[in-house]
């Protein structure tokens, strides 16, 4: 039998443990912090993270230190972030790339999604639907009826990509006889959609995309945001038509930590990374990119946020029968 002075032993142990733990939180953050950007230097998350450097360590008073692992579509930096202590201190920069779809399409990954929560929203990317320039066709209605009682092929970067899933949900709305083509790299999309091997694809409008549309490479009629897109202000949003309502997508990159992260922390995270995401220097950075900068969401609308996006996406990788590979 364990005895009283055991048991009062073994409470006040408990709530000294607590109590270092809320301290800890309390004082965070008092060491360097890391940057988990799941992909090699000198790609676009790791961009995004350099110009937020600067300004997020004034905000969150520490040093932040970027570190890149790529592998698996992005999930190795992310499974070795969930691996060492949820306390704030190792944070990831992603998308839904390799946060949701990653632990959808591929059996490799080992994550759920459920197992991070986003603690900013830093940028939104608007996607295109490009086709190939001599299709006769400006617009969805004038492309709607080329397509018809064609096949009609759609590129994308691989079985499970975001861009996959969106073409999937283009032909279910469009009842369209599509056959998707997948390849290993966008250059090599834009490459044989520019040389009309491939009839549509969509794109994010960022990176060399929106000069190639303006080059007359391929041609833009229609933008997956509910507005049209600052560069192109007169091409319309594919949900305005009336054969897509709801087809609303965009990239998204956020700062995400483990789900178990002390709630202080993360109060904390949120608040810096608002205040790091307003910055001119930042702004302006984004703005290059063909980015755009949400307004600061509290954790509780972010919460909302992410988790219904991990719901939705859930929802169309099964409507398009895609299972882990």
Do not use: C
Request: cysteine-free; proline content about 7%.
């Amino acid at each position: 039998m364990i005895s009283r002075r055991t048991i009062s032993s073994l409470l006040a142990g408990l709530l000294g443990s607590l109590m270092v733990l809320s301290a800890s939180a309390q004082s965070f953050p008092n060491k360097m912090v890391t940057f988990m950007v799941p992909y090699p230097a000198g790609g676009a998350s790791d961009a995004v993270a350099r110009m937020v450097q600067i300004e997020y360590e004034k905000s969150l008073g520490q040093k932040i230190m970027v570190e890149n692992l790529g592998g698996v579509s992005g999930a190795l930096g992310i499974q070795k972030v969930l691996a060492a202590p949820a306390d704030g201190y190792y944070q990831i920069l992603g998308t839904p790339m390799e946060l949701v779809m990653a632990p959808l399409a591929l059996s490799a990954v080992k994550f759920k999604p459920e197992e991070l929560r986003l603690a900013s929203l830093m940028g939104r990317t608007s996607i295109g639907l490009a086709i190939r320039k001599d299709i006769p066709a400006n617009n969805i209605d004038e492309f709607l009826a080329w397509a018809k009682g064609k096949q009609v092929s759609y590129a994308s970067v691989g079985q499970g990509s975001l861009y996959h899933i969106m073409g999937e949900q283009f032909k279910a709305q469009s009842k369209l006889d599509m056959l998707h083509v997948p390849y290993k790299a966008a250059v090599q999309i834009f490459t044989d959609l520019g040389g009309g091997a491939v009839d549509m694809s969509f794109t994010p409008l960022a990176g060399p995309a929106p000069g190639m549309i303006k080059d007359g490479r391929f041609k833009l009629i229609g933008v997956s945001s509910p507005q049209p897109h600052t560069l192109f202000p007169n091409v319309a949003p594919i949900s305005a038509h009336k054969t897509f309502p709801g087809f609303n997508f965009d990239i998204w990159i956020g700062l995400q930590v483990p789900k178990g992260t002390p709630e202080a922390a993360v109060q904390k995270i949120n608040q810096a990374m608002n205040e790091a995401i307003k910055s001119e220097a930042y702004v302006k950075g984004m703005s290059t990119t063909g980015s755009q900068i949400p307004a600061p969401m509290s954790m509780a609308e972010l919460d909302k946020f992410y988790y219904g996006e991990v719901e939705r996406y859930r929802a169309l990788f099964k409507a398009a029968k895609v299972e882990p590979q």
